[in-house]
């Protein structure tokens, strides 16, 4: 059986966020995101880049923008289980 690929409120609520947290007009500096099992938050940047793969059930974020077109251009990959994420905090 196939996963549902609609999104889930928390996806969608973590979208919200990172249009805040990208726009200056809110004055938000980072978003902590706190993992199951990890004592303290992840924290990212507004520059960061946020691909949720719904299908999958993953959340993939990579400090700063990537480029897919140019390999010396690699960049710190972090990926998350969309499940194991218990929180999200704009600060």
């Known amino acids: 059986m196939a996963r549902k690929t609609t999104r889930s409120p928390f996806v969608e609520e973590l979208e919200r966020q990172l249009t805040y947290l990208r726009d200056s007009a809110f004055g938000y500096q980072a978003l902590h995101v706190y993992v199951s099992g990890v004592s303290g938050p992840w924290e990212f940047s507004p520059h960061d880049e ?14 700063g923008p990537g480029s897919k077109n140019d390999p010396d251009h690699d960049v710190p990959e972090y990926v998350f289980r969309l499940d194991a994420v218990v929180a999200t905090q704009l600060v």
């Open 50 to 63: 946020f691909e949720f793969h719904d299908d999958t059930g993953v959340l993939i974020v990579r400090d």
